[in-house]
């Protein structure tokens, strides 16, 4: 287990706390925007349900990329680590 989730685990008030957090950013416009473009490319790939890798940006959100600028498939375990 990673050093974040025994942290969570052992603070459920801070686990609540980032939840509220998270709940806030993913009702956004931009952020919903951004998921439903990346699950269209998912199901385009035939990659939608079954699992395997995740469809990350070539040109990072935050600088004004887009799947347009192309994207690669990557681990999740790699593609969310990255900030």
Do not use: C, V
């Amino acid at each position: 287990m990673s050093r974040t989730s025994e942290f969570y685990k052992k603070n459920p008030e801070a686990a609540e706390k980032r939840r509220e957090a998270q709940r806030k950013i993913n009702k956004k416009p931009s952020q919903k925007k951004y998921r439903a473009e990346l699950n269209q490319k998912r199901r385009e790939l035939g990659m939608y349900g079954n699992g395997g890798g995740d469809i990350s940006h070539k040109k990072a959100k935050e600088k004004g990329g887009s799947l347009k600028d192309g994207y690669k498939i990557e681990s999740p375990s790699k593609n969310r680590a990255r900030k």
